[in-house]
Nanobody
Framework: HVQFVESGGDLVQPGGSLILSCEAS????????MGWYRQSPGERREPVAR???????SYAESVEGRFTISRDNAKNTVYLQMNSLNPEDTAVYYC?????????WGQGTQVTVSS
């Protein structure tokens, strides 16, 4: 049974930082590409960052240089370090396979950037 549990979201001021975590109940987690996605009110869910099995990473242009994705295969966990946050980063953040392999999504974690 595939399950994603995201955590770490919070209210933060512009310029602040957060680190998100996602524990994935996936067999053979280490064999999958994983990603972070986000959805703002009224918008479609969009990819933010991706990490391959070997640890290669790629990012959406809007977060390049500010966000860092990483993984701990021993813990079946994916992380997203977010720096220099701005109000446009406000969204619910989700993790999943990259690209998603099913319609299963976690509850997400809310990130709000506001002064």
């Amino acid at each position: 049974h595939v399950q994603f549990v995201e955590s770490g979201g919070d209210l933060v001021q512009p310029g602040g930082s957060l680190i998100l975590s996602c524990e994935a109940s996936i067999r053979f987690f280490h064999t999958y590409q994983m990603g972070w996605y986000r959805q703002s009110p009224g918008e479609r869910r969009e990819p933010v960052a991706r990490i391959t099995r070997s640890g290669d990473t790629s990012y959406a242009e809007s977060v390049e240089g500010r966000f860092t994705i990483s993984r701990d295969n021993a813990k079946n966990t994916v992380y997203l370090q977010m720096n220099s946050l701005n109000p446009e980063d406000t969204a619910v953040y989700y993790c999943n396979h990259a690209p998603p392999l099913t319609r299963i999504w976690g509850q997400g974690t809310q990130v709000t950037v506001s002064s």
